[in-house]
């Protein structure tokens, strides 16, 4: 903003040097064009937003002339405006020219302001008065306004604004004991619709295939729910949450089931699938990777494809959430030998006749 008035001013330079080797009738031919385009636009378009250095070039060239002659002009703004607009810039020259060169306060030392920030990121439902007193506990003496201040100038708001779960922080914190579940249709060469319910865990990624079927119905999401209920206790995983959408294949019993073993049901709000956006991602991947490369049989041969592919998910894939381990995989141990990176001897593994590949060094 504050360089845009210097350029303005210098282009306005440049356009009347090429204006003065023009004549007078060439000149009046182009203010009126100008003035006829400028009534056609003000006819089509609302009232324009100027900033603070169109204000103050437009008063800088026009405030000299008559008033009878700006209101003759076709302006976009009124002449009394302008006027205004002239007057606000003498003020603001005057107003600094005679203001009292003192020294002030000086500024807070930066490390003090990265500490006042840090306690504000950390603790969110501190006030600066809180802050200021861990301040002084630490023996760091500042004023209670410079808290306040420091704050202020970074956009902060006040503690009883800032003291609120958001749905990020809802996620980061309890992605331990989440799961998130989500329906996806594909399609077999013989036309039907196959409906796919799966689950992920937020933490470590992991994704069960829970079951397909052409026809869902209450019997059938009742019975997934038992089974998926029944293999997290197997593997010892402890749920507290499970985000789905609502859609109206969710039956009633499904969610007592989940209920009863002290799962709470979070839906997610209307057309928001964000809220839902790890087990979105899974829905993109398992379509660019598989069903895009694939041509369905029918149900059985689906769930074949599907077994493999979590399968190749959970034990191979890598993660950028994980750094690059698979959910129920760890990453290898780094080669440090040199021979061993120059010699490197891989074998592949493919999955679904190549569509998938695994690749391991040589035993």
Same mark, same amino acid.
């Given at each position: 903003m504050l360089l845009r008035l210097p350029y303005l001013a210098l282009t306005s330079v440049f356009t009347l040097i090429w204006l003065l080797p023009m004549s007078d009738r060439d000149k009046d031919a182009e203010i009126l064009a100008l003035r006829h385009q400028l009534a056609v636009l003000q006819r089509q378009t609302d009232k324009p937003k100027l900033t603070w250095p169109d204000r103050a070039l437009l008063a800088a060239l026009l405030h000299h002339l008559p008033r009878v002659q700006l209101r003759r002009l076709q302006l976009i703004i009124s002449p009394d405006t302008l006027l205004r607009w002239h007057?606000?810039?003498l003020h603001r020259r005057h107003a600094k020219a005679s203001r009292p060169k003192r020294p002030g306060r000086p500024? #807070?030392?930066?490390?003090?302001?990265? @500490?006042v920030l840090r306690l504000a990121s950390d603790n969110r439902n501190w006030g600066y008065r809180r802050i200021h007193g861990e301040l002084a506990t630490l023996g760091i003496k500042v004023a209670a306004s410079t808290v306040w201040n420091i704050l202020k100038e970074h956009g902060i708001d006040p503690a009883p604004e800032r003291d609120h779960t958001t749905w990020a922080?809802?996620?980061?914190?309890q992605a331990h004991a989440i799961l998130a579940a989500d329906f996806f249709e594909t399609k077999t060469l013989t036309g039907a619709t196959v409906t796919v319910l799966a689950v992920i865990e937020h933490a470590t990624r992991r994704v069960r295939i829970l079951g397909a079927t052409a026809h869902p #119905?209450?019997?059938?999401?009742?019975? @997934?729910?038992?089974n998926m209920v029944m293999d997290l206790q197997d593997t010892g995983t402890r749920v507290k949450f499970l985000i789905r959408d609502r859609a109206v294949r969710y039956p009633a019993t499904f969610d007592a089931v989940l209920q009863a073993?002290?799962?709470e049901i979070v839906q997610t709000g209307v057309r928001m699938p964000r809220m839902n956006a790890i087990m979105e991602r899974?829905?993109?991947?398992?379509?660019t990777e598989l069903l895009d490369r694939t041509l369905i049989w029918n149900q059985a041969h689906l769930l074949h494809a599907l077994r493999e592919y979590e399968q190749f998910y959970n034990t191979h894939r890598p993660h950028r959430s994980l750094a690059g381990a698979a959910p129920l995989r760890q990453l290898a141990e780094p080669i440090t030998e040199p021979d061993r990176l120059t010699h490197l001897d891989l074998r592949r593994h493919d999955r679904l006749g190549?569509?998938?590949?695994?690749?391991?060094?040589a035993a």
């Amino acid at each position: 903003m504050l360089l845009r008035l210097p350029y303005l001013a210098l282009t306005s330079v440049f356009t009347l040097i090429w204006l003065l080797p023009m004549s007078d009738r060439d000149k009046d031919a182009e203010i009126l064009a100008l003035r006829h385009q400028l009534a056609v636009l003000q006819r089509q378009t609302d009232k324009p937003k100027l900033t603070w250095p169109d204000r103050a070039l437009l008063a800088a060239l026009l405030h000299h002339l008559p008033r009878v002659q700006l209101r003759r002009l076709q302006l976009i703004i009124s002449p009394d405006t302008l006027l205004r607009w002239h007057r606000d810039l003498l003020h603001r020259r005057h107003a600094k020219a005679s203001r009292p060169k003192r020294p002030g306060r000086p500024r #807070t030392v930066r490390s003090v302001r990265a @500490l006042v920030l840090r306690l504000a990121s950390d603790n969110r439902n501190w006030g600066y008065r809180r802050i200021h007193g861990e301040l002084a506990t630490l023996g760091i003496k500042v004023a209670a306004s410079t808290v306040w201040n420091i704050l202020k100038e970074h956009g902060i708001d006040p503690a009883p604004e800032r003291d609120h779960t958001t749905w990020a922080t809802f996620l980061r914190s309890q992605a331990h004991a989440i799961l998130a579940a989500d329906f996806f249709e594909t399609k077999t060469l013989t036309g039907a619709t196959v409906t796919v319910l799966a689950v992920i865990e937020h933490a470590t990624r992991r994704v069960r295939i829970l079951g397909a079927t052409a026809h869902p #119905t209450a019997a059938w999401m009742t019975q @997934l729910a038992r089974n998926m209920v029944m293999d997290l206790q197997d593997t010892g995983t402890r749920v507290k949450f499970l985000i789905r959408d609502r859609a109206v294949r969710y039956p009633a019993t499904f969610d007592a089931v989940l209920q009863a073993e002290g799962i709470e049901i979070v839906q997610t709000g209307v057309r928001m699938p964000r809220m839902n956006a790890i087990m979105e991602r899974w829905v993109r991947s398992c379509r660019t990777e598989l069903l895009d490369r694939t041509l369905i049989w029918n149900q059985a041969h689906l769930l074949h494809a599907l077994r493999e592919y979590e399968q190749f998910y959970n034990t191979h894939r890598p993660h950028r959430s994980l750094a690059g381990a698979a959910p129920l995989r760890q990453l290898a141990e780094p080669i440090t030998e040199p021979d061993r990176l120059t010699h490197l001897d891989l074998r592949r593994h493919d999955r679904l006749g190549g569509i998938l590949h695994e690749y391991q060094h040589a035993a």
